[in-house]
């Protein structure tokens, strides 16, 4: 049996950045070690009831660490539009 390492599918970090000011879209971004399947983002505004679920995009990223080894592990980003002085709930999540 093969031993599943479940720290490899958890974010290492999520950064938001904010994309576009004049429509107030935000980027959330995380990295993992392995391939996310289905990354999602929800987000609710502070008075409502409702999450509101969007998908992240994934691609395949390369480095090199401080010996000298490749290391390849997994972008995710998404770009969401919010209302702007509204406060916010979020969470990432893997569907997968």
């Known amino acids: 049996m093969q031993n599943f390492d479940i720290s490899k599918y958890k974010p290492t970090s999520v950064t ?23 990354p999602v983002i929800r987000i609710k505004k502070q008075d409502d009831s409702a999450w509101t679920e969007y998908p992240f995009e994934s691609y395949e990223a390369n480095t090199v660490d ?31």
């Open 16 to 38: 938001v950045t904010m994309y576009d000011t004049q429509d107030s879209v935000y980027g959330f971004t995380f990295n993992t070690v392995c391939k996310p399947l289905c």
């Open 66 to 96: 401080e010996n000298g080894q490749d290391v390849s592990y997994y972008i995710s980003k998404v770009k969401v539009p919010l209302e702007r002085n509204s406060v916010y709930s979020y969470f990432v999540l893997d569907k997968g």
